[in-house]
């Protein structure tokens, strides 16, 4: 692993630990050249993923975009950091199972929306707002109202 302070290509591990249930393992690392510490983390990747967006142009899979875009639904709410890697594992996890090399970002969408309806309202409800474009209140409003026809409580 290459320093990302001096660039220095032969840095040691000092100590690793499997976080997230064991899907991942976060490794501590000192670079003999300069000695700055960092951190790693090493995740199993099955396949490459590609996503198909709604204008049909083709990116690779973004498990950082992904995690971003759940940060940001469930920011100031009762989620830790955490919580977010475990629910982004989970929905990385389901999408590799499907075996397609190709999956669309309508379906990734669908799947953060059903993660975050189970565990937060809020979060889901603003993670909708940009996955449906939400431009005025009454969307809110409409959507609002569809949740509570769904979900009575």
Same mark, same amino acid.
């Given at each position: 692993?290459?320093?990302?302070?001096?660039?220095?290509?032969? $840095?040691? #591990?000092?100590? =690793?630990? $499997? @976080?997230?249930?064991? !899907?991942?393992?976060?490794?501590?690392?000192?670079?003999?050249?300069?000695?700055?510490?960092? $951190?790693?983390?090493?995740? #199993?990747?099955?396949?490459?993923?590609?996503?198909?967006?709604?204008? *049909?142009?083709?990116?690779? +899979?973004?498990?950082?975009?992904?995690?971003?875009? #759940?940060?940001?639904?469930?920011?100031?709410?009762?989620?830790?950091?955490?919580? @977010?890697?475990? %629910? @982004? *594992?989970?929905?990385?996890?389901?999408?590799?199972? %499907?075996?397609?090399?190709?999956?669309? =970002?309508?379906?990734?969408?669908?799947? @953060?929306?059903?993660? %975050?309806?189970?565990?937060?309202?809020?979060?889901?409800?603003?993670?909708?707002?940009?996955? *449906? *474009? +939400? $431009?005025?209140?009454?969307?809110?409003?409409?959507?609002? !109202?569809?949740?509570?026809?769904?979900?009575?409580?």
């Amino acid at each position: 692993m290459r320093c990302p302070f001096c660039a220095y290509e032969d $840095t040691q #591990v000092k100590d =690793s630990r $499997t @976080v997230e249930e064991g !899907a991942a393992i976060r490794r501590r690392r000192i670079c003999p050249h300069c000695h700055a510490r960092f $951190t790693t983390c090493e995740r #199993v990747q099955i396949r490459e993923m590609t996503v198909i967006k709604k204008n *049909n142009s083709r990116v690779p +899979f973004d498990r950082e975009k992904l995690a971003k875009s #759940v940060y940001v639904a469930t920011s100031k709410r009762q989620f830790s950091s955490e919580d @977010v890697e475990l %629910l @982004v *594992n989970q929905i990385q996890q389901k999408l590799e199972r %499907l075996g397609q090399g190709e999956i669309s =970002s309508e379906l990734i969408g669908r799947y @953060v929306m059903q993660a %975050l309806l189970a565990i937060d309202k809020v979060a889901y409800i603003r993670y909708a707002s940009v996955y *449906n *474009n +939400f $431009t005025k209140a009454q969307d809110f409003e409409d959507f609002i !109202a569809l949740l509570r026809q769904e979900n009575p409580k």
